[in-house]
């Protein structure tokens, strides 16, 4: 079977792909509304109901055509490292990147999490979501604490909020997890210096 998906929602409730993780579907329904969104579907109108109850703005199927920076609030117990673990599973396998690298370049898709302990936590997702996949069981070439290089050459790279853990990447996707308790000022790495690194490793990387 040949692994495709042409959006995020196809993905993540086609059952031969990441869809098992997320059953029963209908308790992920926020979810759902947030990727469709993400791929500018069309909602149906319970859809549209949670969406202005996510966002407090009525949907437009043109709003994916100009989001480079997502922004999503979500509380404890809210699902959000599984999400986050799903995003950065399909930059990394189902998005084609080859034509922003060049030949030797290794594309990362880089997921920063507040520590050590909640990276782990998201390795774990992302380990899941790939060997209970009737698939995709199979595209992770080569796992490290950190990190899950897939056989189309893209690496998942899951580091603690650090400037120096996050230099030296060519990134095609960053994801932030837990962005809102990242350190201060105070901190020998503040959250506003680890952006900035960030955004550094996607300067070859086209946002529109």
Known sequence: MTATATTRTEAFTDRNLFGHFFSPLDTWASHV?????????????????????????????????????????????????????????????FVDHRQYLKPGETGTVQVVATDRKQARIIIRYLEALFDHSPILKNVIARRTAESLELDNGIVIQVSSCSIRSVRGYTCVCVIAEEAAFWRSDESAHPDRDVIAALMATMATIPTG
């Open 33 to 93: 509304v947030i990727i469709m969104a993400l791929d500018g579907l069309r909602l149906n109108r319970k859809q549209k109901r949670i969406f202005l109850k996510l966002t407090g703005r009525h949907y437009k199927r043109s709003i994916a055509d100009y989001l480079v920076t997502i922004l999503l609030l979500m509380g404890r117990r809210s699902g959000k490292s599984v999400l986050t673990a799903f995003l950065a599973a399909y930059e990394a396998y």
